[in-house]
C-alpha cells in the first residue's frame, strides 16, 4: 500500500468547511483513496473513496488532484460532531489484505 | 441488525496472565482483521484473515495469537510474552470485494 502524509492536527470553525489535506505521491494506477474517521475511544468509520474522479456523499466530498498524488476530503459544514482523528488510506480495491493506518490528522471543531 | 461486535468493551487482566479478546460479526464478511491503538496514535496491525483457517502476521504480531475457525469469529488472544499488552484493541471486517471496512467498538485492556 502506498504511504501517505497528513498533518498532525488542524482547527475548524463550527459552521465552516473543514480541508484536511493528504499526499500520496507514490500511488500507483490501481489503488483506491480512503478516508475513515476515529471519534475518540471509538472504531473508525468509513467516510468515502474515489479512484480518479471527485466523490460526494452526504457526509464529505473528496477532490483528488489530476496528477493523483493528493487529495482533500471537505466537510462542507462542520459540526462539533465531526471533532475526531481523520486517516487517509491509499490501498487496492477489493481482496482482503492488509488495511493499513497511518497517523492521522486530528480535527478540532470549535464553536 | 447486523454489525461486529466486540467484547468486552473493558478488560482487566494481572501481569502474566493470557487473555482472550473476542470479535463477532454478522456481516458474512471474509476478510477480518485486528488493530492495537496506543494513546494519541494510530491504528497497527496485529493479524488479518482472508478466509475461514487461515490468517497472517500484520506488523506487530508478536506476543498475540488468533485462530479463525468459523467465518463469523477472530478472537484474539494477548499472550504472556506481549510486553506493553495495555492499549486499546480494533477489530474490522470486509467483504472480499467490498471496499469499505466495518470496524467493532473495541476493548480496552488494562494489565495492572
Known amino acids: 500500500d502506498a504511504k501517505t502524509t497528513q498533518p498532525p492536527s488542524m482547527d475548524c470553525a463550527e459552521g465552516r468547511a473543514a480541508n484536511l489535506p493528504c499526499n500520496h505521491s507514490t500511488i500507483s494506477g490501481n489503488e483506491y483513496v480512503y478516508w475513515y474517521r476515529q471519534i475518540h475511544s471509538q472504531g473508525p468509520q468509513y467516510i468515502i473513496h474515489?479512484?480518479?474522479n471527485n466523490e460526494t456523499n452526504e457526509m464529505a466530498s473528496l477532490i483528488i488532484t489530476e496528477d493523483r498524488k493528493s487529495s482533500t476530503l471537505i466537510l462542507p459544514h462542520a459540526t462539533l460532531r465531526d471533532t475526531a482523528v481523520y486517516y487517509c488510506i491509499v490501498r487496492v480495491r477489493g481482496a482482503g489484505n492488509m488495511l493499513t493506518f497511518g497517523g492521522g490528522t486530528r480535527l478540532m471543531v470549535k464553536p | 441488525d447486523g454489525g461486529i461486535t466486540q467484547s468486552p468493551k473493558y478488560l482487566f487482566r494481572k501481569e502474566g496472565q493470557n487473555v482472550t479478546l473476542s470479535c463477532e460479526q454478522n456481516l458474512n464478511h471474509d476478510a477480518m482483521y485486528w488493530y492495537r491503538q496506543d494513546p494519541g496514535q494510530g491504528l497497527r496491525l496485529i493479524y488479518y484473515s482472508q478466509i475461514v483457517n487461515d490468517f497472517q502476521k500484520g506488523d506487530i504480531a508478536e506476543g498475540y495469537s488468533v485462530s479463525r475457525e468459523k467465518k463469523e469469529s477472530f478472537p484474539l488472544t494477548v499472550t504472556s510474552a506481549q510486553k506493553n499488552p495495555t492499549a486499546f484493541y480494533l477489530c474490522?471486517?470486509?467483504?472480499?470485494?467490498?471496499?469499505?471496512?466495518?470496524f467493532g467498538q473495541g476493548t480496552r485492556l488494562t494489565v495492572v
Open positions: 474490522a471486517s470486509r467483504d472480499r470485494e467490498n471496499t469499505e471496512a466495518f
Open positions: 474515489g479512484l480518479k
